[in-house]
Structures are given as C-alpha cells and as structure tokens.
C-alpha cells in the first residue's frame, strides 16, 4: 500500500508477486462466486481480518492515502441506503451525485439461490419524498411507496439493476438529518463514567494477561 502511495511501481511489482505466493487468493462457495485469500492456513474459509488488510492492496484507481484526507461529513444528511435483504441482495454502488441530484444505486444477486425473487428496500434522508423519480436500468418505475416526508420504498427484484433516484439532494441540510442539541452533561455522572471506563480498560487488562482473549483468529494476526 505504502508503495503505491509513493509510486515507486518496482516494489510494487515485486511485493505483489511475494504476496500472491504467500495470501493464497482464490474464489470459493458452491458458485464459485466468493473471493478471498487463505494465507496457507490449510483452512476451510478464508481469514476475515486478513482479507479485508488485502482488499486495500487491490485498489487500481487512486490513491488509498485519500481516504483519510477527504471528510465525507454530508454522509449524516444525504440521501442513504437501508433495508437491503442480505445477504440475498448485494449492493455494489451507492453514491450521490450532488451536482445532478441523483443517488445511484447497483444491485446484483449475492445469493443465486434466489435470483429472481421480490425484494424491496428503502431511501431516507431524502429532502421531499413526494418529488423523488427513480429509473431502472434506465426506465422509469412505479413500485415507490411514499414512507414519510423523507424516506421511500423500493420494490424490485434480487438481480443486476440500475437505479438512478432523482433526490434533489444537491447538499443541503435534510429536515430529518438535523441532529438534536447536545444534553447538558451532569459532572458528578461524567466521574461515573470516567471511573468505569477505567475499571472497564482494568478488566480488559487482566483478560489479555491471563491469554483468554486469544482467540484463533486474533491469534494469527498477532
């Protein structure tokens, strides 16, 4: 990843060979449609934690350094994904595009077992649900039920579509994505909670040194 970042392409090119011989990538699952990577563990499924540190080495476009740099603080007030049947549904886009006011949304079939069969799933934080258009795979549809002033529902299918769900979100504050002011915070409860973070950190202190927490899986990470 450092590489990358750097651009220095040779080492690139060389730990990516030694990765490949030592991450054991390879698809997996009764379709063949699951990837991950094994580490020669002589395992039955992939290690978790592991996969998730190679996934980062797998991005070709951009630089992995910047997505510590951008803050995407408009995630608390835009347009947002919920209510996807998983692990049936997948979802392999959602993103809001706030120069045209769209939220584009993939959906694929993670689950082939049941490909085909109805689904449904919802759009909240949406500035006024009753001017919200949605197509897909490029024509308009009419399975949208109006939740509240905000928030809608999708009716499809568990397969590969399109959608592109005119919003109107452009950036702006939602009526719904207003946080409520902070409480007043009492001091004699603050202590409380002081002490018992502590005595928390305490307790977890004393796992760690009788070797409880050594699961198998943080175990081969460490």
């Known amino acids: 990843m450092l590489a990358k970042?750097?651009?220095?392409?040779?080492?690139?090119?060389?730990?990516?060979?030694?990765?490949?011989?030592?991450?054991?990538?390879?698809?997996?699952?009764?379709?063949?449609?699951?990837?991950?990577?094994?580490?020669?563990?002589g395992e039955p499924?992939?290690?978790?934690?592991?996969?998730?540190?190679?996934?980062?080495?797998?991005?070709?476009?951009g630089n992995w350094v910047d997505a510590f740099k951008v803050k995407h603080l408009d995630k608390y007030a835009a347009p947002t994904v919920e209510g996807i049947d998983f692990p049936a549904l997948g979802v392999d886009q959602a993103w809001n595009d706030k120069e045209s006011g769209v939220l584009h949304v993939g959906t694929y079939a993670a689950d082939r077992s049941r490909l085909g069969e109805e689904t449904s799933w919802r759009v909240t934080?949406?500035?006024?649900?009753?001017?919200?258009?949605?197509?897909?795979?490029?024509?308009?549809?009419?399975?949208?039920?109006?939740?509240?002033?905000?928030?809608?529902?999708?009716?499809?299918?568990?397969?590969?579509?399109?959608?592109q769900i005119f919003t109107g979100y452009y950036g702006q504050q939602t009526a719904q994505?207003?946080?409520?002011?902070?409480?007043?915070?009492?001091?004699?409860?603050?202590?409380?909670?002081?002490?018992?973070?502590?005595?928390?950190?305490?307790?977890?202190?004393?796992?760690?040194?009788s070797g409880s927490a050594n699961c198998p899986c943080c175990a081969g990470a460490a």
């Not at 990765?19 to 991950?36: L, Q």
């Not at 919200?132 to 579509?161: T, W, Y």
């Not at 002081?194 to 202190?205: G, I, K, M, S, W």
Request: aromatic share 8%; no cysteine.
């Open 5 to 41: 970042a750097l651009g220095d392409h040779t080492a690139v090119a060389r730990l990516s060979a030694a990765a490949e011989r030592y991450s054991e990538p390879k698809w997996f699952g009764e379709d063949m449609d699951k990837f991950g990577w094994w580490f020669n563990n």
């Open 45 to 61: 499924w992939p290690r978790g934690q592991g996969s998730a540190q190679m996934m980062i080495t797998e991005i070709t476009e």
């Open 125 to 163: 934080g949406l500035p006024n649900a009753n001017d919200v258009f949605v197509l897909a795979d490029g024509s308009p549809i009419q399975n949208i039920e109006v939740m509240n002033d905000n928030s809608i529902l999708i009716r499809s299918d568990i397969n590969l579509h399109r959608f």
């Open 177 to 209: 994505a207003t946080s409520p002011p902070a409480p007043k915070i009492d001091s004699d409860a603050f202590v409380g909670r002081q002490r018992t973070a502590a005595e928390n950190a305490q307790a977890a202190e004393s796992i760690l040194l």
